[in-house]
C-alpha cells in the first residue's frame, strides 16, 4: 500500500511539474518580422507562427503576407503588405535575373528597395503603435535572417533574438553564429554554379573575390548600411547600436537547409537546419474542377509554376512556346500565370493560384516544371516528382545545378525555352524512369527524419524562451577576428622561424661549401701552400 502511494505521489510530482513547464514556456510573449515581400519565404515560416499560437503563445507578427486565420486565436498579424508595391514598382524581379546588370549596380538597386520597404514598415501606423507601446514587453523575437535592419527590435524590447532563414543563410550570418564559410565547400547560394558539388578553377576564384566583396559591402559602417542604419536610428532611437553588434546577440539561426538540396556545411550547435518538411502540411480535398480535371487524365498530368516572384513579363515568352507543346502532347496541364493567352487547347487548365501541396500529391501528376524555388523542389522531392528547372536568379539557379546533380530532373536556360527544347525534356522526363526512381529515392531521404522539422523549430524556440538566451551554445569563433581565426599571427610567428632557419642553413652550407671547395681543390691548395711557403723563406 505505501509502494503504491509513494508510486501515485511520484507520477502526480510529474504531472503537476509538466503543467508549472508547460504554464511558464506557454506564457510568452513572441514578436515575429518577415519583411520580405516574397509569398514563398512566408509560406516556409507560417505553420511555426500557427504552431506556437496554437501551442498558447501570444504571437505579434509583422508581415507582407498575413495568413488571415481567424481560428488563432494568439496570433495578432501587423499588415505590411503594401512592401509588395514597392517591389513590383522597383522591378525586383527583372533586376534581380536581368545578367547584364552588374553584381554592383544589382546592389545598389535593390538596397536602394530595402531601405525604401523598411521606411514603410517603420512608418506604418501598426509598427509605430508597437514601437511606442511602453507597456508592450516580449520574451523573444523572431525575425527573418536575410538583412540585418530588423534585429534592431530585439534592442527595442530589450529581449533575445532567433533568426529565420526560409533559405540557407548568408554567409556573413554563417559567420556571424561561427560556423564554417569555405567558399569552394560552401559556395554562396546566390552565386551561379554550374556543379555545387565540383567547382571550376574559376568558379573557385570567384567564389573568394565574391565572399570577400561581400564581408566589405555588408560591413555595418559600409555605404549599403549606413543609409538604413540612420533610417532605423529615425525610428528607434539615435542610440540604436551599429548592426553588427546586434548580430552578435542572436540566440540561435533556423536555416531551411537539408543535404539532398544544399551541400552539407558543418554547423554550431546554434545553428537549426529544419530541412524541406517544416512547411509540409496535412493533405486537403482539392477543389472539384481540379479534382475532376486531373482525374479524367488518359496519361499524366503535369503542373507548371514559376513561383510567385516571376511577373508576366518574363513568363509569356515560355508560355507562348509551352501551349503549342500541349496541343501535340496527350498530357493534362495545369498552368499557374496571371497572363491573358489566346488559343489555350482543351487539355490546359490556367489558373492565377493553385493549391500546390495537394496538386503534387494526386497521383496523376507525373512531372513539375518549376523556376527552382526552394519551397517548390521541397514540395516536389517530398511526393516524389520529378522536376524540369528553369531558373532565372538567386539560389533558383544553384538549387536547379543541385537537382541536376542529384538526377532527379532536368534544365532548361531560360533564354532556350522554346517548343523543341520543351517537349524534349518533357518526354525524356515522362518516358525514362530514371528521373521518376530518383525522385523517389530523394523522397525517402527526406522524409526519414529524426525529429520532424516543424517539431525542432519549436523545441528549440521554447528552449530559447525557457533559457532567455543561448549564450552557452555560442561559438567562440562567431566573435573572432579574422587574423585570430586563421591563426595569421601564428603562421607568420611561424614563417618567420622557417626564414630564419632557412637563412642560417643557407650561409651555413654557403660558408661549409667555400671551405671544402678550399680544401679540396688541390691546385689552389698547392699555389697557397707555394705562396705560404715563399712568404715563410724570405
Not at 570577400?212 to 555588408?218: I, L, Q, R
Request: aromatic letters at 10%; hydrophobic letters at 40%.
Amino acid at each position: 500500500m505505501q509502494c503504491h502511494s509513494e508510486s501515485l505521489s511520484m507520477w502526480l510530482y510529474l504531472f503537476f511539474s509538466i503543467i508549472v513547464h508547460v504554464s511558464h514556456v506557454n506564457s510568452a510573449n513572441i514578436l515575429g518580422i518577415m519583411p520580405t515581400a516574397s509569398y514563398s519565404h512566408h509560406q516556409a515560416v507560417q505553420p511555426l507562427w500557427a504552431e506556437l499560437s496554437l501551442r498558447g503563445h501570444s504571437l505579434t507578427v509583422v508581415t507582407t503576407h498575413p495568413m488571415k486565420n481567424t481560428s488563432l486565436v494568439n496570433l495578432t498579424e501587423i499588415d505590411v503588405s503594401q512592401v509588395q508595391e514597392i517591389y513590383e514598382k522597383r522591378k525586383f524581379s527583372e533586376i534581380a535575373s536581368d545578367e547584364n546588370i552588374s553584381f554592383l549596380e544589382k546592389a545598389d538597386l535593390l538596397m536602394d528597395m530595402v531601405d525604401e520597404s523598411d521606411e514603410l514598415i517603420l512608418s506604418s501606423p501598426g509598427v509605430q503603435n508597437l514601437i511606442h507601446d511602453k507597456n508592450r514587453h516580449f520574451d523573444l523575437l523572431i525575425v527573418e535572417a536575410l538583412l540585418p535592419g530588423m534585429t534592431s527590435f530585439s534592442w527595442r524590447f530589450n529581449c533575445p533574438m532567433i533568426g529565420i532563414s526560409p533559405l540557407d543563410t548568408s554567409s556573413f550570418f554563417h559567420q556571424h553564429m561561427g560556423n564554417p564559410n569555405h567558399p569552394v565547400v560552401n559556395p554562396e547560394k546566390n552565386l551561379p554554379v554550374n556543379d555545387p558539388e565540383n567547382l571550376t578553377f574559376i568558379e573557385r576564384l570567384v567564389s573568394l573575390i565574391y565572399n570577400v566583396v561581400t564581408e566589405v559591402m555588408f560591413n555595418d559602417k559600409s555605404k549599403y548600411f549606413e543609409k538604413n542604419h540612420k533610417i532605423y536610428q529615425k525610428y528607434l532611437g539615435k542610440d540604436l547600436p551599429h548592426f553588427e553588434s546586434l548580430w552578435k546577440n542572436i540566440a540561435l539561426m533556423f536555416i531551411n537547409t537539408s543535404p539532398i538540396f544544399q551541400n552539407v556545411r558543418p554547423l554550431n550547435p546554434n545553428t537549426i537546419a529544419f530541412g524541406g518538411t517544416g512547411h509540409i502540411r496535412n493533405a486537403q480535398a482539392l477543389p472539384k474542377d481540379l479534382q475532376e480535371f486531373l482525374d479524367n487524365s488518359d496519361q499524366a498530368a503535369i503542373y507548371f509554376s514559376l513561383g510567385s516572384n516571376i511577373v508576366g513579363s518574363q513568363m509569356r515568352n515560355i508560355l507562348e512556346e509551352i501551349l503549342p507543346v500541349f496541343s501535340e502532347l496527350p498530357f493534362r496541364l495545369l498552368l499557374k500565370t496571371d497572363v491573358q493567352l489566346e488559343n489555350i487547347p482543351n487539355n490546359v487548365k490556367i489558373q492565377s493560384w493553385f493549391p500546390q501541396q495537394d496538386v503534387l500529391r494526386h497521383p496523376k501528376v507525373k512531372l513539375f516544371i518549376t523556376q527552382g524555388g526552394l519551397q517548390s523542389l521541397q514540395e516536389a522531392v517530398y511526393n516524389a516528382i520529378p522536376v524540369i528547372g528553369i531558373p532565372f536568379f538567386g539560389d533558383q539557379i544553384t538549387n536547379i545545378n543541385k537537382m541536376l546533380k542529384m538526377g532527379y530532373g532536368i534544365k532548361i536556360d531560360k533564354d532556350n525555352v522554346t517548343r523543341e527544347s520543351l517537349k524534349s525534356a518533357i518526354l525524356e522526363v515522362i518516358n525514362n524512369s530514371k528521373y521518376q526512381e530518383k525522385a523517389k529515392q530523394m523522397s525517402e531521404i527526406l522524409k526519414d527524419e529524426e525529429v520532424p522539422g516543424l517539431q525542432r523549430l519549436i523545441w528549440w524556440t521554447e528552449y530559447v524562451i525557457r533559457h532567455k538566451g543561448a549564450d552557452h551554445l555560442k561559438s567562440l569563433a562567431g566573435e573572432m577576428p579574422h587574423w585570430k581565426y586563421f591563426m595569421l599571427d601564428v603562421l607568420s610567428f611561424i614563417g618567420f622561424i622557417i626564414f630564419i632557419i632557412i637563412f642560417l642553413i643557407y650561409y651555413i652550407v654557403k660558408y661549409v661549401y667555400r671551405l671544402l671547395y678550399y680544401l679540396f681543390n688541390r691546385q689552389k691548395l698547392k699555389k697557397y701552400l707555394q705562396k705560404f711557403l715563399i712568404g715563410n723563406e724570405i
